[in-house]
């Protein structure tokens, strides 16, 4: 069973509700989380995308409760932009990143073609 603890408890209580603390917090979070993503995803040792423990379960039990405290909105996207998102995800697995990523690994930078370029 996951940790069911709030830990946003003693950021509230420092901070309270200054909008200024908030969005350094945020900003904070998410630099963090995107950087520490990026060194599990490149890492030699990456063994794959592993799903959510507790949305598998409220996927397949509708009568699954969510421990954690949260709030999440579920929205059902138009079919012009499920469309899209499909197109998307069809041209990055064309792209075969992970071959792309083993390539550059070690270097300062890695050039893809003549006008994409990842550093």
Not at 11 to 29: E, H, Y
Not at 53 to 73: A, Q, S, T
Not at 97 to 107: A, D, H, N, S
Request: hydrophobic share 35%.
């Amino acid at each position: 069973m996951p940790d069911t603890t709030n830990p946003y408890d003693e950021f509230l209580a420092n901070v309270g509700s200054a909008p200024i603390g908030i969005q350094t917090f945020c900003k904070t979070q998410r630099e963090d989380l995107a950087r520490e993503s990026k060194a599990k995803f490149l890492d030699q040792s990456f063994q794959g995308v592993q799903p959510d423990e507790i949305l598998v379960n409220l996927l397949n039990d509708v009568n699954y409760k969510d421990p954690r405290n949260n709030l999440v909105i579920w929205a059902r996207l138009p079919p012009a932009v499920m469309d899209m998102a499909s197109r998307c995800q069809k041209q990055l697995q064309d792209l075969e990143l992970g071959k792309i990523f083993e390539r550059c690994l070690g270097k300062p930078y890695c050039r893809l073609g003549h006008d994409t370029l990842v550093t």
